[in-house]
């Protein structure tokens, strides 16, 4: 999937922020916004805590199946998280979006980043936002596979589902050639 590279790191930390909720270390945050390419300052304990409750916030715009409710959703989050875009020129990179003012804090510029990414994925593909579907997990993903068929978080969950249905399959096998 050809995704904005600004938007798939926007919507990518949001997955890590919601898979993170309710409670995260802000070292946990700042490593996140590391590996998904935002060079703001580390939130700090209280900063932490606003952004878990964002997280919980969007959580609900991850496997959701109904796209008027997940553009609904996702407009809410715009709307709070006062987006603006903007064009940037900074460190010798081309132009590019940023969705705040350079001066804003770090809630405020991962509010909108993360608001602004995933709106981005919602009007390319919305179902690539997915939550992993292996019993129990939960997990929130963005697809970004070739094909935007992922069912699961990681090739761990997918495994001990398809281990699981396979010995399923086995057992109903064998139950039934014992009647025999």
């Not at 964002?54 to 715009?61: D, H, M, Q, T």
């Not at 709070?80 to 940037?88: F, K, N, T």
């Not at 405020?108 to 981005?120: C, E, F, S």
């Not at 919602?122 to 997990?137: K, M, Q, S, T, W």
Request: contains cysteine; proline residues 5%; positive net charge.
């Amino acid at each position: 999937m050809l995704v904005n590279p600004y938007g798939g790191g926007g919507a990518e930390l949001a997955a890590a922020l919601v898979n993170m909720a309710p409670a995260a270390r802000p070292a946990d945050v700042a490593a996140a916004m590391i590996r998904h390419g935002n060079t703001r300052q580390p939130p700090d304990a209280a900063q932490t805590g606003q952004l878990m409750e964002w997280a919980l916030e969007l959580s609900g715009v991850f496997g959701e199946g109904d796209l008027a409710r997940q553009v609904a959703l996702v407009n809410r989050l715009l709307a709070r998280s006062a987006s603006r875009p903007r064009i940037s020129q900074h460190d010798g990179r081309s132009p590019h979006l940023h969705y705040t003012p350079a001066d804003c804090d770090t809630v405020a510029g991962l509010r909108a980043w993360t608001a602004a990414g995933l709106a981005l994925v919602v009007c390319h593909d919305p179902g690539r936002l997915g939550r992993c579907a292996a019993a129990g997990c939960g997990t929130v993903f963005v697809d970004i596979s070739r094909n935007g068929r992922r069912r699961f978080c990681s090739a761990r969950c997918g495994t001990r589902v398809y281990v699981a249905d396979h010995r399923g399959r086995q057992r109903r096998a064998t139950a039934g050639t014992a009647r025999l």
